[in-house]
């Protein structure tokens, strides 16, 4: 249900701004326009459903989220990578 709410949410904002803009900019440029809005607005102000509805796709598909124990062991990886790589741009000791 995420999947749909947020995807009927994307569609209305993009059919608003492209109702707004067509007259003035013409039909391409009006559905360029309304999907970068359409985009902007519902990264920035519907976070909470955007997440819910990839969720919802990703368990679909038979992905699941990364465990706690994997976001550590990556971090940990990342941060040696970096002390690696830090070392290397010092030069030989």
């Known amino acids: 249900m995420a999947v749909l ?4 949410l994307r569609l209305g904002v993009f059919a608003a701004v492209f ?3 067509f007259q003035m900019l013409g039909g391409l440029l009006a ?26 796709a990703a368990s679909w598909m038979g992905k699941k989220r990364r465990t706690s124990t994997e976001a550590a ?6 941060e ?3 002390r690696f ?3 290397q741009e010092e030069g030989p000791r």
Do not use: C, M, P
């Not at 709410?5 to 009927?8: D, I, N």
């Not at 559905?31 to 969720?55: C, K, N, P, T």
């Open 31 to 56: 559905a360029v326009v309304g999907l970068i809005v359409s985009f902007a607005i519902g990264y920035l102000f519907f976070s909470q459903l955007r997440v819910a509805a990839g969720e919802q």
């Open 5 to 8: 709410k947020f995807s009927l």
């Open 80 to 82: 040696l990578a970096e």
């Open 19 to 21: 109702l707004l803009t």
């Open 85 to 87: 790589h830090e070392e």
């Open 73 to 78: 062991e990556n971090a940990a990886e990342d």
